[in-house]
Every structure is written in structure tokens, then in C-alpha cells.
């Protein structure tokens, strides 16, 4: 099928109809809403390589370059709508046909290679999402009332992934626990003995050298690299070459983490599991004063989208996500606390505490 390419924006034509084609995660396949028709993408993965960091990092430009806006004529109803040419996807604000918008990834420095297509479908993250505001007696009665269905949304999110060879040394102190008898003497001046636990310590020293694999980075900054991860793993596996066409139907986003401030991120994951690592050699019963000096080589990187169903409400003025992995279904969700509820557990638990403390004085 060959992309109907109009004012820098890819549509796609049903063969069947010239309906619009959106991806269906389901069937992993382009699919026409009205009469049905299939269309495959191909799924290889050869284009997905890993790019050098270093090299990367040398390369002049200015990925804040402003952004021309574009004016986009509706196939469908023939209504103009204003957008900025960084936006991957958008919606005819008049009769909401949706639109993927290639030349976004243009106007970034780096376009993504790769790509895991959605697997969870749109009923699937809702019947996740019901199942989870059902959940936690703790929530505020009214929380549906904010947290509603129609705020989730499926998007592509950006990501940064790293690796790197390390080789590190190491010095710290290793303690070895023994014991000795101690004796005491009681309040009535007898003579007790106890055993004392002590510390032996040992000066250590050793290397520890490890490759990093997909040490993975948000790209976007509408969440934090916890919440990302909370929904961890992706299994990266099953990354094909990056196709627009995996976008229909679908939000998307541009990176707006650079691939310095990315690799920052990871390269500080590193150094905790290096750490980490080190200290385990180090530990004999215990450890204390462990330093590590470590250098990196052959630093590489690659961009890439991944699916999540993200939504977002506001609640007395705070934000809360709830996220959905697009590809396995694992779940991230943070909810308010109802004060009336924890209030009226306090007074609870007060009542069954004063009950439990006269019935013992009775008997």
C-alpha cells in the first residue's frame, strides 16, 4: 500500500473504501473501521542499531531550532487547523479525524530507529483501569468523578536506551563478625557472662568490570524515570524498524531529554549497580568505607517509541497518573488518600482499643 503524502502529513488510504487505516494492536495489522480490510506492516528489525555515543555527542547543531507552524486542510470535512510541525500526531478540531504527521521526528536531531507497536488494546487498558479505581478502600468516594475512562489514552512515548563496557576499582574495609564472653554483674552482685559480637576489620581491594545493556531512559518529561520504570520491563526484544504507520489511531511525542542528559541518567544507574556489585566483594559479614573509581567505554545509544496508555488527572489541585504498559499490561497508578476515611479509622481503631482495655480491667 503506498502512503497518500498531502501538506507533509501521511495518510492512509484503505484499498477496500479510501477510509482512514488505523492500527489494530490486536491483529498487529493496519485496519479499516468500516468494511474491514487488513493491511500488514512489515515487522523486521534491521535498521535498529546501536550509534556511538561519542560521536553523537561531537556533532554540532542545534536541536532547539524553532519549529515552523503548518496549516493542515481536512480530507474529511475540509476545515483548516493550525499546528507546529514537532507534533507526530494531531485531530481535526472540527470533525476529529485523526492525522500522523511524519516530519515531526524532522525536526528533532535524532529520529527514532525503532519501535514496539501497541498490544493492549483501547477495551483492554479500560477494563485494567476500571479493575484498578474499584481497588483500595483508602480513595475518596468521588474519585471516578476525576479519574474518568475517557482521559485514558494510548501514546507513544520516546526513550533513550544505553549501553557501555565499565572497568572499575575498588578498596573498602570488610568486616568479619566474632564473639567474646563478657562477664557482668547482676543488680544482686552475681556474676553473669554474655556473648559480645565484634568486628574484625580487613582492608580489601579488587576490580569489577561489567557491560551495560538497554540501561533505559524516559525521553519525555511529562513523567519522572520512576514512574517510567515502575511499568518496567519492556522486553526490547520485540523492537521493529520505526514505521509511521504504527502511529494511526495513536498519540506520539517527541523527546524533549537530549541524548547527553539521557545518557547523565544512565550512566548514574551504572554507577549504583557498579557500586552495589563492588560492595558485595567487598562484604565479608559486613562492609564500611567502599570507594569505586570507574571509566566507561564504548558508550552507545539508540532512540526509541514505546506504547503506554496514560492517564492523567488533577485532584484538590494535585496531579495523579495512572499508566498502562502497552505491551505486557503492567500497571502504575497513584490515588489521593480520603481524609474522612483515615479519620474515621482512627476513631475506630481509638473505640476497639478503649473496648479491649475495660474489658481487661474487668476481668
Same mark, same amino acid.
Given at each position: 500500500?503506498?502512503n497518500?503524502?498531502?501538506?507533509?502529513?501521511?495518510?492512509?488510504?484503505?484499498?477496500?473504501?479510501?477510509a482512514?487505516?488505523?492500527?489494530?494492536?490486536?491483529?498487529?495489522?493496519?485496519?479499516?473501521?468500516?468494511?474491514?480490510?487488513?493491511?500488514?506492516?512489515?515487522?523486521?528489525?534491521?535498521?535498529?542499531?546501536e550509534?556511538?555515543?561519542?560521536?553523537?555527542?561531537s556533532?554540532t547543531?542545534?536541536?532547539?531550532?524553532?519549529?515552523?507552524?503548518?496549516?493542515?486542510?481536512?480530507e474529511r470535512?475540509g476545515?483548516?487547523?493550525?499546528?507546529?510541525?514537532?507534533?507526530?500526531?494531531?485531530?481535526?478540531?472540527?470533525c476529529?479525524?485523526?492525522?500522523?504527521n511524519?516530519?515531526?521526528?524532522?525536526?528533532?536531531?535524532i529520529?527514532?530507529?525503532?519501535?514496539?507497536?501497541?498490544r493492549?488494546?483501547?477495551?483492554?487498558?479500560?477494563?485494567?483501569f476500571?479493575?484498578?479505581?474499584?481497588?483500595?478502600?483508602?480513595?475518596?468516594?468521588?474519585?471516578?468523578?476525576f479519574?474518568?475512562?475517557?482521559?485514558?489514552?494510548?501514546?507513544?512515548?520516546?526513550?533513550?536506551?544505553?549501553?557501555?563496557?565499565?572497568?572499575?576499582?575498588?578498596?573498602?574495609?570488610?568486616g568479619?563478625?566474632y564473639?567474646?564472653?563478657?562477664?557482668?554483674?547482676?543488680?544482686?552482685?552475681?556474676?553473669t557472662?554474655?556473648?559480645?559480637?565484634?568486628?574484625?576489620?580487613?582492608?580489601?581491594?579488587?576490580?569489577?568490570?561489567?557491560?551495560?545493556?538497554?540501561?533505559?531512559?524516559?525521553?519525555?518529561?511529562?513523567?519522572?524515570?520512576?514512574?517510567?520504570?515502575?511499568?518496567?520491563?519492556?522486553?526490547?526484544?520485540?523492537?521493529?524498524?520505526?514505521d509511521?504507520?504504527?502511529?494511526?489511531?495513536?498519540?506520539?511525542?517527541?523527546?524533549?531529554?537530549?541524548?547527553?542528559?539521557?545518557?547523565?541518567?544512565?550512566?548514574k544507574?551504572?554507577?549504583q549497580?557498579?557500586?552495589?556489585a563492588?560492595?558485595?566483594?567487598c562484604?565479608?559479614?559486613? +562492609?564500611?568505607?567502599?570507594? @569505586? $573509581?570507574?571509566?566507561?567505554?564504548?558508550? #552507545?545509544?539508540?532512540?526509541? %517509541?514505546?506504547?503506554?496508555? =496514560?492517564?492523567?488527572?488533577?485532584?484538590k489541585?494535585?496531579q495523579?497518573?495512572?499508566?498502562?504498559?502497552?505491551?505486557?499490561?503492567?500497571? +502504575?497508578?497513584?490515588?489521593? @488518600? $480520603?481524609?474522612?476515611k483515615?479519620?474515621? #479509622?482512627?476513631?475506630?481503631? %481509638?473505640?476497639?482499643?478503649? =473496648?479491649?482495655?475495660?474489658?481487661?480491667?474487668?476481668?
Amino acid at each position: 500500500m503506498e502512503n497518500v503524502q498531502k501538506d507533509s502529513l501521511l495518510l492512509f488510504p484503505c484499498p477496500g473504501c479510501n477510509a482512514q487505516l488505523y492500527f489494530n494492536p490486536e491483529h498487529q495489522k493496519l485496519e479499516c473501521k468500516y468494511c474491514g480490510t487488513q493491511v500488514a506492516i512489515d515487522q523486521s528489525s534491521n535498521q535498529i542499531r546501536e550509534k556511538s555515543l561519542r560521536q553523537q555527542l561531537s556533532v554540532t547543531g542545534d536541536p532547539d531550532a524553532a519549529i515552523e507552524q503548518l496549516v493542515h486542510k481536512c480530507e474529511r470535512c475540509g476545515s483548516e487547523s493550525v499546528f507546529i510541525s514537532e507534533t507526530p500526531t494531531f485531530t481535526c478540531s472540527f470533525c476529529n479525524f485523526e492525522v500522523v504527521n511524519p516530519v515531526a521526528y524532522k525536526t528533532r536531531l535524532i529520529q527514532p530507529s525503532g519501535i514496539i507497536p501497541f498490544r493492549v488494546d483501547k477495551q483492554q487498558s479500560i477494563t485494567i483501569f476500571k479493575t484498578w479505581l474499584g481497588k483500595g478502600w483508602w480513595a475518596p468516594g468521588d474519585l471516578k468523578e476525576f479519574a474518568r475512562q475517557d482521559a485514558l489514552h494510548g501514546i507513544y512515548l520516546p526513550f533513550w536506551t544505553y549501553d557501555a563496557q565499565t572497568f572499575s576499582e575498588w578498596t573498602g574495609e570488610g568486616g568479619r563478625h566474632y564473639y567474646v564472653t563478657v562477664e557482668d554483674t547482676d543488680a544482686n552482685g552475681n556474676k553473669t557472662t554474655r556473648q559480645e559480637q565484634r568486628t574484625e576489620w580487613i582492608y580489601r581491594s579488587g576490580t569489577f568490570n561489567t557491560t551495560f545493556d538497554d540501561i533505559l531512559i524516559g525521553g519525555a518529561d511529562e513523567l519522572t524515570q520512576k514512574e517510567y520504570e515502575s511499568i518496567f520491563p519492556f522486553q526490547l526484544e520485540e523492537l521493529v524498524n520505526f514505521d509511521a504507520r504504527y502511529l494511526s489511531g495513536f498519540s506520539a511525542d517527541v523527546y524533549d531529554v537530549s541524548v547527553s542528559d539521557g545518557y547523565a541518567q544512565a550512566e548514574k544507574i551504572m554507577e549504583q549497580q557498579i557500586y552495589d556489585a563492588c560492595v558485595d566483594e567487598c562484604r565479608i559479614d559486613t +562492609y564500611r568505607n567502599v570507594q @569505586v $573509581s570507574t571509566s566507561y567505554e564504548n558508550q #552507545t545509544y539508540k532512540h526509541i %517509541l514505546l506504547p503506554l496508555w =496514560v492517564c492523567s488527572y488533577m485532584y484538590k489541585s494535585k496531579q495523579y497518573h495512572f499508566l498502562v504498559n502497552g505491551q505486557t499490561g503492567k500497571i +502504575y497508578g497513584s490515588k489521593p @488518600v $480520603s481524609a474522612a476515611k483515615v479519620a474515621i #479509622t482512627v476513631i475506630v481503631v %481509638l473505640i476497639i482499643i478503649i =473496648v479491649i482495655y475495660f474489658l481487661s480491667q474487668q476481668q
